[in-house]
């Protein structure tokens, strides 16, 4: 029988994507906001043409995972979403990335995970509806496919 390697060693592969993002998690701020806002310059074009994002304007959305000790900072200036590592709140979302992971691909209703205080909003309801309400709206097939796909993985091991 061949030996495997422990790293790929069926009971550590479900442990294998979080080290994965551990190390994207702890990469530096400015290559983090690099990525993050080209990422979300694309993902809500639309939205952002549209005007579906103005409410972000001289506000700010605190994201935390709380299980990869990150935060980050969303608002909108100048047509753009931008991302920061300190602000002053508006609205914040916490949880941890299997639950960020379930919203994101969907397989989990977010109703429920809001519900369940598996992912808790804290700060200005108006505006935490809102932004529940655009990623309900957001549709996954429509994602950059690189983003998409590594949505899909991700989704695997939080199943």
Known sequence: MPQTSPLFDRQ???????????GL???PFSLQ??????????????ALRDGDLDFLKGQHLKIHIID??????????????????????????????????????????????FF???LVIEGSTE????IKNLLDSLDIEELPLP?????EIASRFVR
Request: a positive charge; hydrophobic letters at 45%; proline letters at 3%.
């Open 25 to 27: 998690f702890q990469a």
């Open 68 to 113: 990869m000790d990150c935060i980050w900072y969303f608002s909108h200036l100048w047509g753009r979403i931008v991302v920061s590592r300190k602000a002053h709140e508006s609205v914040a979302i916490s949880g941890h990335l299997k639950e960020f992971v379930q919203l994101a691909t969907r397989c989990v209703d977010p109703d429920t995970l």
């Open 33 to 46: 906001r690099l990525v993050l806002e080209q990422t979300l310059q694309r993902v809500f074009k639309e």
């Open 147 to 151: 983003l998409r796909k590594g949505i």
């Open 127 to 130: 505006m935490g509806l809102q």
């Open 12 to 22: 550590h592969l479900p442990s294998l994507p979080r080290l994965l993002l551990r």
């Open 116 to 118: 369940q205080r598996r």
